[in-house]
């Protein structure tokens, strides 16, 4: 069974860093891009950043660029994101993704989500 | 960047009734890669449908996804109860980002 479980999320002052996790489990991690997409309360789904199954290639979404840096530690089953300079507007659900397959990146398998709150 | 917009905002219908929604983008989506997901009160989002009309696994036929170029479809032919959600398109055709629509929410008349 697929699994993704996202952690990390938490309440940070502006200006903070957190880093998310998502730990993967039951398909071939290596083998996929992965995609994290947030949504503000409220609010509708935004894609943030994406990443190659090797971790060569990486994209950002030009609201979160030179913030948030998308990463994988294929050892480990594990997308990260860090995020730099929070904002108030960086308030949302965190959801990691699984792309679809090589080339398909619709997501078939998301995370429970991890809220992230910016607030002083 | 392409912009989707969905329509309506809101459709109101009863369970039995055939729903249709709409998604077009601001220029034409290459491959017809489109997706759509629904999305229930406290959920993550679930894959409908991904190339326009393939439909993922698992998911009912009542489900299917038309169009290509700017206009797209998602149809339910019946509706269940438990498909009073909010829906989303998404295109995956063009160089990142990948965008989202705004979501229609489909309600209880």
């Known amino acids: 069974e697929v699994q993704l479980l996202e952690s990390g999320g938490g309440l940070v002052q502006p200006g903070g860093s957190l880093r998310l996790s998502c730990a993967a489990s039951?398909?071939?991690?290596?083998?996929?891009?992965m995609t994290w997409v947030r949504q503000a309360p409220g609010k509708g789904l935004e894609w943030l950043s994406a990443i190659s199954p090797s971790g060569n290639s990486r994209y950002h979404a030009d609201s979160v660029k030179g913030r948030f840096t998308i990463s994988r530690d294929n050892s480990k089953n594990t997308l990260y994101l860090q995020m730099n300079s929070l904002r108030a507007e960086d308030t949302a659900v965190y959801y990691c993704?699984?792309?679809?397959?090589?080339?398909?990146?619709?997501?078939?398998?998301w995370g429970q989500g991890t809220l992230v709150t910016v607030s002083s | 960047e392409i912009v989707l917009t969905q329509s309506p905002g809101t459709l109101p219908l009863s369970p039995g009734e055939r729903a249709t929604l709409s998604c077009r983008a601001s220029q034409s989506v290459s491959g017809s890669y489109l997706a759509w997901y629904q999305q229930r009160p406290g959920q993550a989002p679930r894959l409908l449908i991904y190339g326009a009309s393939s439909r993922a696994i698992g998911i009912p036929d009542r489900f299917s996804g038309s169009g290509s170029g700017t206009d797209f479809t998602l149809t339910i032919s019946r509706l269940e109860p438990e498909d009073f959600a909010v829906y989303y398109c998404?295109?995956?055709?063009?160089?990142?980002?990948?965008?989202f629509g705004q979501g229609t929410r489909l309600e209880i008349k």
């Open positions: 993704a699984k792309n679809l397959a090589e080339g398909q990146p619709a997501y078939d398998y």
């Open positions: 998404q295109q995956y055709g063009s160089s990142p980002p990948l965008t």
């Open positions: 039951g398909f071939g991690f290596t083998s996929y891009a």
